[in-house]
């Protein structure tokens, strides 16, 4: 479980992340930004359904605070599933070592990780995050200087791109859990609501997307809560 064992194991990912960073790259300079923001945000970033939703904000003139409560809302999972990697971790991991582990935790690497079932020493965990991190950098820095060579039409049919992405995200957990698909009926009647009532079509973007999600999760968590297992119940 060393450097190359994580090149390894993150290898798929980087092909994953080539291509979805690919489309983040082409669909920024669709929407008037320069090449060097969308390699500079998935530099400094590395959140893919983030940075999708935070260029669309940003593109539809969202303020400040719209745009960094939506960004709380889309990437609070990940504190959730960097506390849970900690147990995975081996203990000599100093804290700047899970600071590093903490920015390069993802959705993918967390799932290859978690099912270990050794300690993670630092240099696995920088061998598969390193190899994902330059697939995604890459796949953006390709797709940002792609994007000048692409007629207007073609660019516009990137813009499908980030909804496809978040039906891939959101279809395969709501087919298994009734929960998660409830969840998904709410917000899209929520949407509608505010696209269709011009009392509330006046918030902005952002402020939208921040309502309905809450609400959605609040009254699914409410109504329809998680119940543990007999025997976890008995354990807590």
Known sequence: MHFKQGVKDGFPIFLGYLSVSFAFGVLSIEKGFPVWFPILTSIVNFTGTGQFVGVDLIAAGASLAELALTMLIVNIRYALMSVSLTQKLSPEIGI???????FGN??????????????LPLSYMT????C???GWVGGTAIG?????????????AFGISLHAMFIAIIVPPAKDDKRMLLAVVISIILSCLFYFIPL???LGTGWSVIICSVLAALIVSLFFP???PKEEEDNV
Do not use: Q
């Open 96 to 102: 700047l070592g899970r600071m590093w582990v903490a």
């Open 106 to 119: 993802t959705d993918e690497i967390f799932a290859v990780t978690v099912r270990k079932h050794k300690s």
């Open 127 to 130: 061998g598969i995050i390193l």
């Open 132 to 134: 994902s991190y330059t």
């Open 144 to 156: 940002a200087l792609a994007g000048n060579l692409f007629p207007a039409s073609l660019l516009s």
């Open 200 to 202: 509330l079509s006046s």
């Open 226 to 228: 998680l119940k543990l």
